[in-house]
């Protein structure tokens, strides 16, 4: 089986690690937990074993966190920390900027700067280069392109050629990504538009941090399975990250609450 040999190896390529995370995150979730989480760990055991390889401090550390119970979750990041995965590769998961939603979300106004809700190729090959060279990691023009075309199929769940802000969130970790809350409320786009015109009171196409407040309770009120209202605060300071001095405008909230992008 590939995966097997892909978890024997000293070091994972950049196209194995997709191979592996795809095969594991069977519904596409986004992470992997339960009896996905579970398989991992087994597989892992066992393709070392019998390649007579000890687990590296990492896979053991993994094995320890996970291995005796069915409540954790992993994402692809933390996936990629347990993996001996091919270095510049390895670096785009490790990027400083995406420590948190907050970070994440101003990385992301800087390549989406025309509020488009989503990075085509181009730019993606763009974001992936300024992240090497902030690293002082110098890579050919064919290796990044490799890249881009990975992160666009590790990424890209529609299969549109494009990646929106809700798919490259990925590259936060689990606990970090409060965007994977608000998958489970996502709007269809007429019922955002007369959610949004609701407190776009003067059709500016835009609110400002007060009115997304009030945006984010009656949001957490009608899903309190999915939101805590006791997190608007956090909420709110990583949606205000994607705003433009002050002003959160309605496609950028779109990337987030709309079903159908914007």
């Not at 950049?14 to 996905?36: N, R, T, V």
């Not at 990646?163 to 936060?172: D, N």
């Not at 998958?183 to 538009?193: D, Q």
Request: charged fraction near 30%; proline fraction near 2%.
């Amino acid at each position: 089986m590939a995966v097997e040999t892909h978890l024997q190896g000293k070091e994972v390529s950049a196209a194995q690690f997709f191979e592996i995370w795809h095969h594991y995150d069977s519904d596409g979730s986004g992470y992997l937990d339960g009896k996905e989480l579970q398989s991992l760990i087994q597989d892992l055991q066992q393709a070392r074993k019998k390649a007579g390889l000890d687990l590296t401090p990492e896979m053991k550390k993994f094995v320890d966190q996970f291995g005796k119970s069915s409540e954790g979750k992993i994402g692809i990041v933390e996936l990629a920390q347990i993996l001996p995965t091919e270095e510049n590769f390895l670096l785009f998961f490790r990027c400083q900027q995406l420590k948190s939603s907050e970070d994440f979300m101003q990385t992301w106004r800087k390549y989406d700067s025309d509020h488009s809700g989503y990075m085509d190729a181009e730019e993606l090959k763009g974001f992936l280069k300024d992240l090497l060279q902030k690293a002082n990691k110098q890579i050919d023009d064919s290796k990044l392109s490799e890249y881009t075309d990975i992160m666009l199929r590790m990424f890209d769940e529609n299969n549109d050629g494009k990646l929106e802000l809700t798919e490259m969130a990925k590259l936060l970790p689990v606990q970090e990504n409060f965007l994977l809350k608000f998958k489970g409320v996502r709007m269809s786009p007429n019922e955002f538009s007369k959610a949004f015109e609701s407190f776009d009171s003067d059709g500016s196409g835009y609110i400002d941090e007060a009115e997304l407040e009030v945006f984010l309770k009656s949001l957490c009120e009608k899903n309190k399975s999915e939101l805590d209202i006791n997190n608007i605060a956090t909420y709110k300071k990583s949606i205000m990250a994607l705003s433009d001095k002050g002003k959160l405008f309605r496609n950028d909230l779109a990337a987030i609450l709309c079903t159908g992008g914007n």
